[in-house]
């Protein structure tokens, strides 16, 4: 008989509606019980990709002895935390706050009210060396409950009180300099492995807003230091296990200090990241490899994580048939079979499979040579071995394809995808794809028009119910609404559709209207409409994904180049100054921001380009302006028609010379002579 969570869109909660648990989603009615039964809420944490998560469902919630224990002392609770990040953010650190340290599958003990008194992460059906088993865990949690229940009470009020402090804005006076961003360089680079690429040690985590950073450095001072440091890294991963050899895509980390071994669920976020982190490193580098692995990745998007509607699903699994990473190792002997005996003793060697294997009695597929000292060394012609590589690796993902895959978390989160739509809209602009730019207009659009309530409103989450159509839940978080603001700038840099920016205006006054706090000039991750928890969360550190008010200033910065509002530059420099503190004595946690602060003190070019979309002088005028990296340039265009945008101060006035396409270099909406040669557009912008 399934249980509450069948009414629920998440993959993660169905993975859980036949649990013999009397599971709840989050929600007013399981507090509501929790009250009237005076009993505690075992509140379990994860997501659908999690492999704990799955193996502590398999041993624990379909258990009809552990879940008989949890239904009659507890109210029990599933979240997914990719649903409710607000939820997962407070009872994280309160376990962390509790333990030292966090992690999912995450087990938090809370009272009625929502108080937090005991936590930890995977418990094993019994008790283990060092680790106690669930079982004793729930009967020990709830006799304390019975008889110790001013101790707990007492407990979880320290435990709130800490989470309050870590959550609460700290007032800061400082001023917002250049300097921050030269303090940072010296930190990001001595924990930097100079052998392997990456941070020193392991595991190890692609980490993505380091090296934006690290290559604003670059263009800001020329320091080959950084750019050496970023192109280590990605080559390096480029080359290991983490990267998927044959179908393209990154999983979520190495497990060794060589990007060798992955866990190998692969989550859309990671790899939205990674194609823009790979794509700016080609703008600044030109090496092929940079350019191969965006292509790879995006093929991969494009081919197993796209709805039909234009969304781009959350997660793969790590496991398949119940066993990590089996779908994606290779025997010898399976390479043998699927290929010639030629190309089989070649593809061995190149990716470097052997008898043994380097995992599990597998082999993990890895370049121990690069393709580029490959070349080098060959005495074949090098486009002869670049086809061979590409047939083989069609050939092996076409017998990989038979194979029974990872499942798919296919909900639709619109923070996720705004990063996705963002690579995908910079990677057709640079590499001059408009299939790629068609995919990412297809995403906005779905984003823009179906995951918004009746009020249009920003949601946070989609789940299709047919090919065209879907069901949206959740109000929108901060992230949401900052991550697609950028995004829809991009995708207008990408196609001078000026709706976009109307779109990303739209967002953003929503987004200052609800998260913004006028007296501590901060934004918050909940608006006003979000349930109220035990505090406002406001996680202003990068994790595996950038904080959002750091995009939120960043964004909103861009936003007012395009509009000329002031107010969103002065909304974005007074959230950065509570972060001076981390920014000084922790950059590498907050790089999104030291990003932010790179955009508020660059005299970075404003360029309009007006001219037929068809006429060569205006692409050859883009292919000259997206060659190169420039994070803090502002590209705008009008085409034939103005389509309404001479609202923007960029726009307005600018007509062709001449009937010739045009261009205006600017700063600060101060413009050069116009020119109308690619020769000249170079000339000026030096």
Known sequence: MPNRLANETSPYLLQHKDNPVDWYPWSDEALSAARLLDKPILLSIGYSSCHW??????????????????NANFINIKVDREELPDVDSIYMTAVQAMTGSGGWPL??????????????????????????????????????????RKEIIDNSQQIVATIREQSTPQKNDGSVEESLIFGSFTHLVSNADLENGGMQGAPKFPQPMIYELLLRYWKRTGSSQALDTVTLTLEKMAHGGIYDQIGGGFARY???????????????????LLVSLYLHAYQAT????????????????????????????????????????KFFVWTSDEIDTVLSESDSEFAKAYWGVTKAGNFEGANILNLPISQENLLTRSERVSSEIIEQVARIRSRLLEARSKRIAPGIDDKILVSWNALMLKAFAESGAVFENPEWIAIAKKNAHLLLDQVKNSEGLLLHTWKATSATEGDARIFGYLDDHSYLIDALLSLYEATFDYSYVNEAQSIANQMIDRFWDVDLEVFYDTSLEHTKLLVRPRDVLDNALPSGGA?????????????????????????????????EQAP?????????????????????????????????????????????TVLAGLHSVPDGSERSPLLKGR?????????????????????????????QLG
């Open 53 to 70: 998560c799955h193996v502590m469902a398999h041993e624990s919630f379909e258990n009809e002895s552990i879940a008989s224990i949890m």
């Open 107 to 148: 087990t938090v003990f809370i009272t009625p009210d929502g108080q937090p008194f005991f936590g930890g992460t995977y418990f094993p059906p019994e008790d283990r060396p060092h680790m106690a088993g669930f079982p004793r865990v729930l009967d020990a949690i709830s006799d304390a409950y019975a008889n110790k």
């Open 254 to 272: 190495s497990v060794d200090d060589k990007w060798l071994v992955p866990h190998f669920e692969k989550m859309l976020y990671d790899n939205a």
């Open 286 to 325: 030109k090496k092929p490899l940079f350019k191969r692995i965006v292509e790879e990745t995006l093929e991969y998007i494009t081919r197993e994580m796209t709805h039909s509607a234009g969304g781009f699903y959350s997660a793969s699994d790590a496991d398949s048939e119940g066993v990590e990473g």
């Open 551 to 583: 995009i939120a200033a960043i964004a909103l910065q861009r936003l007012s180049r395009f509009t000329g509002e002031e107010d969103y530059i002065a909304k974005a420099e007074a959230s950065m100054k509570p972060l001076i503190p981390h920014m």
């Open 588 to 632: 590498s946690s907050v790089t999104s921001w030291l990003a932010a602060v790179d955009l508020l003190r660059s005299n970075a070019q404003e360029v309009v380009l007006v001219g037929d979309e068809a006429d060569p002088v205006i692409s050859g005028m883009k292919r000259e302006l997206w060659a190169e990296f420039a994070p803090n």
């Open 655 to 683: 007509s062709q010379v001449n009937g010739k396409a045009t261009a205006f270099v600017c700063e600060n909406y101060a413009c050069k002579l116009p020119v109308t040669s690619v020769a000249e557009l170079i000339e």
